[in-house]
């Protein structure tokens, strides 16, 4: 009798706990939320995470704070999140470094797949290859025939080694096989003012701070990065239109959550990312910005995340690119 009446009181502990468990996830969020951003204040990750936390928030009815959690090239904010609670209430918004980073790293504090529950991809940043008008090249083909010609005279700039301005021109002489002088810097600021600067000759930077410097003629457009062009720099061809039918890349973000998250929640969280790619005056925002916006359900985001590291272990091996 005794052990019948103490089963029966963990089965209603266990049901009462279901039922706990199921009213939090209908009635989710029920407090204030936080965006987690593994980047400084005032960069293009920080403020995509400020305007999109005020749109969720509004349609979430719930506050959503956005904390800048740097270092470790997105390790440190993204481990962060790996680690947090697994309820829903705090996010990550991350970028192409999740896919990156998981092919870089040998040994990173997280597992980039198994750790995280991708809820949405959010938008694309088209970049721009671009040179300092010094240099001799009107097109991509030019550019690449005059880097053929002079293995490792002309140099290129990026954020920092394994950074997406890096691995973007990786990616272009992983497929084209041409030699370049790597000059990287402690951020995409200081890289973009020395090309313009005339100290480094070519970058490819994202469309959204390169193209002021191309409409002043401070630096020549080539060509975008994506399949599109971007309506910020309408004219510019994309790479496959100026004859590099296999080169495509961005930056990009997506919204994650820590594994475990309740499927119902994450469900909520993708239903409310989709409603805010169908806001016309919020996407216009956006477009005007430079940037593209998206929206992926959780499946589809997994696979592009898997796609995209793929790529970047490919590139990263054939390269020889090891972490600083």
Known sequence: ?????????????????????????????????????????????????????????????????????????SVLGTDAVAKAPADGYTLLLGTS???????????????SRKDFAFISMIAQVPMVLSVHPRVPATNPKELIALLRANPGKYSFASSGNGGSLHMA????????????????????????TDTVAGQVDFIIDPVTTSAPFVKSGKLRALAVTTAQRSPVLPDLPTMQEAGFPNYETSTWNLLMAPAGTPAPVITRLSAALHSIAQDADFTRRLVDMGVIPLHMTPSETRRHVERETGQWARVIQSAGIRPE
């Open 1 to 73: 009798m005794i052990r019948r009446t103490f089963a029966s009181g963990l089965l209603c502990s266990a049901c009462a706990a279901l039922a706990c468990a199921a009213s939090a996830q209908d009635g989710f969020p029920d407090r204030p939320m936080r965006i987690i951003v593994p980047f400084a204040v005032g960069g293009n990750t920080d403020v995509l995470a400020r305007l999109f936390s005020q749109k969720l928030g509004a349609l979430l009815k719930t506050s959503i704070t956005v904390e800048n959690k740097t270092g470790s090239g």
């Open 97 to 111: 470094s999740h896919a990156i980073n998981a092919a870089l790293y040998p040994k990173l504090p997280y597992d």
């Open 169 to 192: 021109v990786e990616l272009l002489k992983f497929q084209e096989q041409f030699d370049a002088l790597h000059i990287p810097y402690r951020g995409a600021g200081p890289a973009l």
